[in-house]
C-alpha cells in the first residue's frame, strides 16, 4: 500500500499538497460546526457573531470579512479544545518522522516508552496550558519511585518530556522553559534503582568460550553457528552481522555499512528491513579480520556462495534473532548460562582489552567513539576463579 501510494504520489496520479489542503479545510469545517451562535452579514457588509464570554455571557464579534470572522472563531475554539499531553507528544513524533529527524524504529520506541510511563497518569488527563512545573516534578519523582526506574530507563521518559514541551513552546501552549526545569530539578541517586550487574554472566570466560567452539566445530556445518562464532572475534552488532553483504568482504577485512532494523507496520506487525547506514555514524567503519575471523567468513562463503548477503537460508536473509536464539540454544547443550549476542561483542571489546590493543583500534572495532564508553559497559573481567587465585597467588609471594 505504501509502494502504491509512492508511487501514485510521484508521477503526479495523486496531488498531495491538495489532499492536504483539504484535510485541513475538513478540520476547519469541523471546528466550525462547533461554534454556537450564527453567523451573518450586516447591511453596512460587516460580518457579525458572538463568542462566549466568561464575565458578559457573550460578546459582538465583527469583521470586515467572512473569511476574518470565521479565523476568529476557529481561534478562540482551539483556544477551548483541551491538548492534552498525549496530542502533542504524538504530533511531535509525527512531524520528526515525516521530516526524517527520526527512523521508524525509533518512533515505535518512542511510542513504546510513552505507553509505559504516561497513560492513567494526572499529567495525562490536565490540558498541556494547565500543566506547572510542580506538576512535572511531581509526575517524574512519583514515575520513578513507583516503577522502580533505572537512571537509563528514567533517560526514556525524560527524553519525552523533553521533545514533547519543546515543541509546545513553539506553538504557544506552555511558557516552562524545559532545559531550565531538568537543570534545576533535584533527584537524589537514592531514588533510582540501582542495578546489580552479576558480572560473570556479561561476558563468556575463555572456558566456555572454547565449550562453544568445540561444540560448533564438533557439529554439521552450520552458517548460523559460524555468524556465532565470528561476532566473538569481531565484535560486531548482530544486526551488522545479519547484515553483511558478500560485497562487504574484502581481503582481511569487513566493511559495516549496514544493520537489520525493526519496526511496526500499519497492522501493528513487526517488519524486519535494513537500514542503509550503521546503528551510528561511528557504527560505518572497516573491521579488521584476524586469522580464526577469516576462517569463519570463507567457512560461511562456502556454505552461502551467492545471494546478496552473506549469511541467507531458503533465498531468505536470516535475521538477527535467529542468531540470538542460536546462541541460548548451544549455551544449553553445553551446559553455561544461557547469554545475549551482546554478550559476544562484549567477551571480544574485553579479549582486545585485556590483549593491550590499542584504545583507538578497540574503539575503531567496535563502532565507538569513546574508550570511556568502551571501558565502562563493554569491559568486565573474564578469568575463572583458579586463574584469578593464581594472579593473586603470583602477585602476593
Not at 85 to 106: A, N, R, S
Amino acid at each position: 500500500m505504501d509502494e502504491n501510494l509512492k508511487y501514485l504520489i510521484d508521477h503526479g496520479i495523486i496531488d498531495l499538497s491538495r489532499i492536504q489542503e483539504q484535510i485541513a479545510m475538513d478540520k476547519r469545517n469541523e471546528l466550525l460546526k462547533k461554534h454556537p451562535y450564527k453567523i451573518w452579514q450586516g447591511k453596512n457588509g460587516k460580518w457579525y457573531t458572538y463568542l462566549p464570554d466568561a464575565e458578559k455571557g457573550r460578546v459582538l464579534k465583527k469583521r470586515s470579512s467572512r473569511a476574518e470572522l470565521e479565523k476568529d472563531i476557529i481561534g478562540y475554539l482551539k483556544k477551548m479544545e483541551v491538548i492534552t499531553f498525549d496530542i502533542l507528544f504524538h504530533e511531535w513524533i509525527d512531524t520528526k518522522l515525516e521530516y526524517g529527524d527520526i527512523k521508524k524504529q525509533t518512533y515505535d520506541r518512542y511510542e513504546a516508552d510513552y505507553i509505559r510511563f504516561f497513560p492513567g497518569s494526572d499529567i495525562s488527563k490536565k490540558d498541556f496550558r494547565q500543566i506547572t512545573e510542580m506538576d512535572l516534578e511531581h509526575f517524574i519523582k512519583t514515575s520513578i519511585h513507583d516503577q522502580e526506574l533505572t537512571r537509563k530507563s528514567y533517560s526514556g521518559l525524560r527524553l519525552i518530556i523533553m521533545g514533547t514541551f519543546k515543541y509546545a513552546i513553539k506553538h504557544g501552549y506552555t511558557k516552562i522553559s524545559i532545559s531550565q526545569f531538568f537543570g534545576g530539578l533535584d533527584l537524589s541517586k537514592r531514588i533510582f534503582r540501582q542495578k546489580n550487574i552479576d558480572k560473570g554472566k556479561e561476558i563468556f570466560t575463555s572456558k566456555e568460550m572454547a565449550l562453544l567452539e568445540d561444540f560448533v566445530y564438533g557439529s554439521p556445518p552450520s552458517i548460523i553457528n559460524y555468524g556465532i562464532l565470528l561476532t566473538f572475534q569481531t565484535g560486531l552488532r548482530v544486526g551488522e552481522l545479519s547484515a553483511l553483504r558478500h560485497a562487504d568482504v574484502s581481503d582481511n577485512i569487513l566493511n559495516v555499512s549496514k544493520t537489520e532494523v525493526r519496526y511496526l507496520d500499519g497492522n501493528g506487525n513487526y517488519v524486519y528491513d535494513v537500514q542503509d547506514t550503521a546503528k551510528t555514524a561511528a557504527g560505518n567503519r572497516d573491521v579488521i579480520l584476524n586469522s580464526k575471523a577469516m576462517g569463519l567468513v570463507k567457512k560461511i562463503q562456502e556454505l552461502n556462495p551467492g545471494g546478496e548477503y552473506l549469511f541467507m537460508k531458503d533465498g531468505e536473509r536470516i535475521k538477527e534473532k535467529t542468531f540470538g536464539h542460536r546462541l541460548g540454544v548451544i549455551c544449553k547443550k553445553v551446559g553455561i548460562e544461557k547469554r545475549s549476542m551482546h554478550k559476544a561483542r562484549k567477551t571480544c571489546a574485553t579479549n582486545m582489552i585485556n590483549k593491550g590493543v590499542d584504545e583507538s583500534l578497540v574503539i575503531s572495532q567496535l563502532g565507538h567513539t569513546d574508550i570511556k564508553c568502551t571501558k565502562g559497559y563493554y569491559y568486565f573481567d573474564n578469568t575463572t576463579f583458579d586463574e584469578a587465585q593464581k594472579q593473586i597467588e603470583d602477585a602476593c609471594v
